[in-house]
């Protein structure tokens, strides 16, 4: 079965050599997504000092930002949020973040229920605190934008 690459304009540019998404049959399989802003590439929520430090931290701003970029990817694939059937989490610091991001994607997600996991890693590439890895399941007949 073949597969066909999709670029999500709108989304943010990924920092590799990926595209946002893959569509085989009716599955969607997304790239990791994370926060970034996808006209300034900065992070939402997330300010550093020239030395690298925080200055400000607002994870909550970062949730919702990936929760867009997701949908962005989503619709730039023929899917909608409610195609979501598995989504992987990725948390730089689940003791800080996850009673946070676990209130806001009980939000995104009070009508749509797919199967996750949440996993805690040391680091993400960009200066991010999370990333989501999404599969959906989409009608055929539907065509890629």
């Excluded at 689940?94 to 949440?118: L, V």
């Amino acid at each position: 079965m073949s597969s066909e690459k999709i670029d999500a304009s709108g989304a943010p540019k990924p920092v590799g050599l990926y595209p946002h998404a893959r569509r085989v049959g009716n599955l969607l399989f997304l790239s990791g997504i994370g926060p970034r802003d996808p006209e300034t590439d900065g992070v939402p929520g997330l300010e550093l000092t020239k030395g690298g430090n925080y200055a400000s931290f607002d994870f909550a701003a970062q949730c919702h930002s990936v929760f867009q970029n997701v949908r962005t990817v989503l619709e730039a694939s023929g899917a909608r949020w409610e195609d979501l059937v598995d989504v992987t989490v990725f948390l730089t610091d689940m003791k800080r973040d996850f009673q946070t991001y676990n209130s806001i994607y009980a939000e995104y997600f009070k009508d749509n229920q797919p199967c996750r996991t949440t996993v805690g890693i040391d680091s993400l590439p960009t200066p991010i605190a999370i990333e989501l890895k999404c599969i959906a399941v989409v009608p055929e007949h539907l065509s890629i934008h």
